[in-house]
């Protein structure tokens, strides 16, 4: 069983769509990602929550919005996409206490044309 | 905040050389540390962590790191690098308090040479 998956893999849309990556962790963790990596292959954080709370909430477009159903699922929805959002996108998990790694996804290639 | 930072932004090894990819963090508390290697156009894999005790500590593929908290720096070694271990090398730092902060470092980039 994959513990963190994303869906889509990949992603090609226009400008101007609007449209949601999903994630689900199966690992009981409290605490869900998202992060930007750039054509640089720089980790930006854009979001943390932790127990369906928004924590982190870095400075991102406002078009931007995570989703968080429950604690298993961290979605991620974007509207009016422009042609700066294309990068991979990650979500990430991690347990509230303990010593433990986060865990990630295999991420989604948006590309917006 | 925390933060981590990765001087070296790309490095060149010859295959068969040893490696040292440093790192260096800022946090208040003991600082549970990690290294990620992303090879291209795949996900992350853990390839190491430090969360407390004995300071050098082993990972997958050969690598190993040290943490120094003198120096607040966790830098990942390899003693005889392979072609297979070209790829994108993470330091990250998360807090250990309930809301866990993980913090990249910019990454550095790995050539590896025949």
């Known amino acids: 069983d994959t513990a963190v998956s994303q869906t889509p893999k990949y992603l090609v849309t226009q400008m101007g769509n609007d449209k949601s990556i999903k994630c689900e962790q199966n690992l009981g963790h409290d605490t869900m990602y998202w992060y930007k990596q750039d054509s640089k292959k720089f980790l930006k954080i854009m979001f943390s929550?932790?127990?369906?709370?928004?924590?982190i909430n870095e400075t991102v477009p406002n078009r931007f919005s995570p989703k968080s159903p429950d604690k298993a699922h961290l979605n991620l929805h974007i509207n009016s996409l422009e042609l700066g959002d294309s990068a991979v996108y990650f979500c990430?998990?991690?347990?509230?206490?303990?010593?433990?790694?986060?865990?990630f996804g295999q991420g989604t290639r948006l590309t917006v044309v | 905040a925390q933060s981590v930072t990765q001087p070296d932004i790309h490095i060149t090894v010859s295959e068969g050389a040893s490696l040292e990819l440093r790192c260096n963090y800022s946090y208040g508390a003991t600082p549970y540390l990690f290294w990620y290697v992303q090879s291209p156009g795949q996900g992350l894999q853990l390839l190491l962590k430090?969360?407390?005790?004995?300071?050098l500590v082993q990972g997958i593929k050969g690598f190993e790191a040290e943490f120094k908290r003198s120096q607040s720096s966790f830098n990942l070694r390899k003693p005889s690098v392979h072609w297979s271990d070209a790829a994108e090398y993470f330091c990250?730092?998360?807090?250990?308090?309930?809301?866990?902060?993980?913090?990249f470092g910019s990454g550095t980039q790995l050539t590896v040479l025949p």
């Open positions: 430090y969360f407390s005790g004995d300071t």
């Open positions: 990430a998990s991690i347990a509230g206490t303990g010593n433990t790694e986060a865990f």
């Open positions: 929550y932790n127990n369906k709370e928004l924590i």
């Open positions: 990250a730092v998360v807090s250990s308090g309930s809301a866990r902060q993980l913090t």
